[in-house]
C-alpha cells in the first residue's frame, strides 16, 4: 500500500468556527463553515477549503469509478458556451432568468453553462458518423451555473456548483433503455458507496424534455423537494409528478345553478364559515398571468395551488400572480367573487381533474357580495384543459394503489431522463446506418450534484458534536490527537507517520498552544471516522481510539492501534 501523507493541522489551512454563521439556516451549511471545509465567496458562490476539497475529491472518485465501470469515457466540455446551440434548441428562452448571459468584447452572445445536452449533442456529431460508432456514452465532472434568485442553504442551493453529467447516445430506442437501465443500477452503486440513504422516485423532465425521467433524492428536513411514498405498493414520486385521473360523476340530479347572496365573503374560509359548508364544497378560482393573458385556475376550496406546477404547465412562459391594476382592468373579473361560469373566451380556465365533469360547486358568481350554489362542471361551465396543480397532502390516495400517501422532504442528487430526439432533432444529429440511409440519433441525459452529495452526506450523518463522514469520502481515514504535551505530541507524531507509511490517510492535531479540550471538540465538529487521542496514559505508549460514529472508546497499544487502523 502506497504512502500516505500526513495532514497536520498546525499547517491546515482550516479554522474552526465555534458559532454558526448568522445566515446559515440548515445543518450542512453551519457545520461545513464552522469545520473549516468551505467560506462563503459571494452570495450562493462558495470556495472549498483542502478539507472540503478531499471530501469533493472524493465523492468525484466514487463516481468517476463507477462511470467507468459501465463503459462511460470522460471528456471536459467547456463551461463558457455560445448563444447559437441553445438558441436551436430553444432553451436560451426556456432557462430565463436563471440563465448567466453575457457578451464578448465583439458583442457575441454567451452562456454560462447549465447542463449541456447541446454541447455534447454538437460533440456527438462532429466524431461520430455512422452506426458503427455508436452506441457511446460521454461524461463530464464541471462546475455548472445557474442564477439562482434565492440561493440559500449553502451548498446545497448556490449559484455555481459541481456536476457530473453523461449522456448516452444510440441509434435505437432499445439501446437508450439499455444506457438509461445501466445508469440507474450505477447510481445505485454511487450512493451506497457514498453512504447515502436515498429514494428512487418518478419525476417531471422540466426544461430538460423527454419521456421517462427518474430522481434520486436524499431525506432530509434540509430538502427543497416534497416526495410521496406508498406504504402499500412500489409507487414513489416528487410531489410535482403525481399526477390524478379525470373521474367524471353524474351530475344530472343536481339542481339548476342558483345564486345566492354572501356579503363580505371573499375568501374561502369567509365564505364556508357564512354558508355552513365545508370548503372542499366550494371552488377555488386563482387568477395568473401566462406571458401577460390571464389564466383562472379551478381547484378544490380546502387545496392549495401548486404554483410550481402551474409554471411547469405553461413553460417557457412567464406566469404571474394577477395584481390590483389587472382587476382594475377587467371589471368584469370581480376579486373575491370570480366563478368559472360566464368567464367566456376572455379567460383560459384549467382545472385540476378533482373538478371533474359533474361535479357540483359551490363558487363566485362574478358580481359582489354574491356566489352561485350547484354549479356543476361541464353543464355550467367548461374547462378548457385538465392540468393536476393541486399541492399532494399526507394521505391523498395512491395513484396506482389508493392507500394513503406519505410525504417527506428530500435533497436531489441524481436525475436520470430518456431525452429521446430532442437535441437530435434540433441539432440534426444523425449518423449513416445499416442500409446507407441517415439514423436520427436518441438520446440520454443523467446527472448527478458532487457537491449536493456533500451537503446531502452532512445532513443525513451529522450528530450534535458535528460531522461524521463515512469512510469513503471522510477527508482522513483517521484524526491522530495530541493533547498537548511535548510527549503526547511526540507519540501521535510517531504513530501518525507509521499509520501513513501503512497507507491510511491521517489528519494529525499537533497544533501547540490549543487545549486538549478545543482540539477534542473540533476533532468532533470535523467529523473524521476514527479519533485517535495521545493522551494522559501516552508515556505508557497507550493511546484512546473512539469510533466517530458510535462514541464507543477504548484504550489500546501502538501497535494495536496500528494493527486495528491498517486493517
Known sequence: MANAPVQRMSQLMAKTLRDDP???EVLSHKLLVRAGYVRRTAAGIWSWLPLGKKVLANVERVVREEMDAIGAQEVLLPALLPREPYDATGRWDEYGQELFRLKDRKGGDYLLGPTHEE???????DQCTSYKDLPVILYQIQSKFRDEARPRAGILRGREFLMKDSYSFDTADEGLAEAYARHREAYQRIFARLGLDYRIVAATAGAMGGSKSEEFLAPAEAGEDTFADCPNCDFAANTEAINYALQPVD???VPALEEIPTPATPTIETLAASLGVQASDTLKNLLVKVDGEIVAVGVPGDREVDFGKV????APATVEMVTEADFADRPDLVRGYVGPQGLGE????IADPRVAPGTAWITGANKADTHAKNVVAGRDFEVDEYVDVVVVQEGDPCPKCGTGLKLDRAIEIGHI??????????LKLDVLGQNGKPVRVTMGSYGIGVSRAVAALAEQTADEQGLCWPKEIAPADVHVVAAGKALQTELALDVAGKLAAAGVRVLVDDRAGVSPGVKFTDAELIGVPQILVAGRRSAEGVLELKDRKTGEREEVSVEDAIARLTA
Open 311 to 314: 409554471e411547469e404547465h405553461f
Open 22 to 24: 448568522a445566515d446559515a
Open 251 to 253: 351530475g344530472s340530479a
Open 119 to 125: 454541447i455534447f449533442t454538437l460533440l456527438v456529431k
Open 346 to 349: 376572455k379567460v383560459t380556465y
Open 417 to 426: 431522463f430518456q431525452l429521446g430526439r430532442k437535441y437530435a432533432d434540433a
